[in-house]
């Protein structure tokens, strides 16, 4: 017996529209936007969560991902593609992508997810973003060509804002081995943390023997750290 179709969120013909493909077989994208607390809540219907899609979706943005960066940059090392596919597929970046595209507004959820709310909580919206890669992936007979082309836009914007916050050569390891050549101790500190979860602001100061060498902020730990890090190399280097 084929499974009862979900009761839809809203009308998700707004959603094709904002991603630009029309699913053929619509079940697909229902099952991309059930989280599993509304699977839990409806067991009398049998219907699979998103998480299966997920499973799916984290490779197929793992392989379109790195596809887009060894296009666009043609000539770097294996080293910087790696960093940089790094942030493009974390939480926060899937987190946000989901929100450009109102991702949230069409999830099901279950009655306590709705409560806490869920529609706006980042490992939510990451889990349902890459369901939905799946689901395009799958609709589309498995072309990646057809997740690229929604996928790519969204990339391309997020590169550009990870190369205007960080650079390519990472300051982080060069000043590991000054420090290290000099027989130092190195250590980070996240002093200070704001905003919401979706838009966290944090600040970071690197400490050599003990001592503040550099300070930095960023909208990630990780991107604090590395301007520290920078901060601290112009100021280590010049010491020592």
């Known amino acids: 017996m084929a499974r009862k179709q979900s009761p839809l969120p809203k009308d998700i013909s707004g959603l094709e529209e904002t991603i630009g493909y029309t699913f053929y077989d619509k079940e697909y994208l229902l099952e991309a936007l059930r989280h599993s607390s509304y699977v839990n809540e409806n067991k009398q219907y049998g219907w699979f969560s998103n998480e299966r899609l997920e499973f799916l979706g984290d490779s197929v943005l793992s392989l379109v991902t790195s596809s887009y960066l060894f296009g666009f940059f043609s000539s770097r090392p294996e080293g910087d593609l790696t960093k940089i596919r790094a942030d493009l597929v974390c939480t926060r970046s899937l987190s946000k992508f989901a929100r450009m595209i109102g991702l949230g507004d069409y999830l099901l959820l279950g009655h306590g997810q709705e ?126």
Do not use: W
């Open 115 to 240: 409560i806490v709310g869920g529609r706006d909580q980042n490992k939510i919206l990451e889990d349902a973003f890459e369901a939905l890669l799946a689901a395009i992936y799958l609709d589309s007979g498995k072309n990646l060509d057809t997740v690229a082309e929604f996928l790519n836009p969204l990339l391309e914007k997020e590169v550009q804002t990870i190369l205007s916050e960080q650079p390519i050569i990472d300051p982080k390891s060069k000043l590991q081995e000054v420090v290290q050549e000099a027989k130092g101790l190195l250590a980070y500190e996240i002093v200070a943390e704001s905003g919401p979860d979706h838009d966290k602001h944090y600040v970071c100061e690197v400490r050599i023997d003990n001592n503040v060498m550099g300070r930095g902020e960023g909208s990630s730990k990780k991107k604090a750290e590395i301007k520290a890090a920078a901060d601290a190399l112009k100021n280590y280097i010049v010491i020592t």
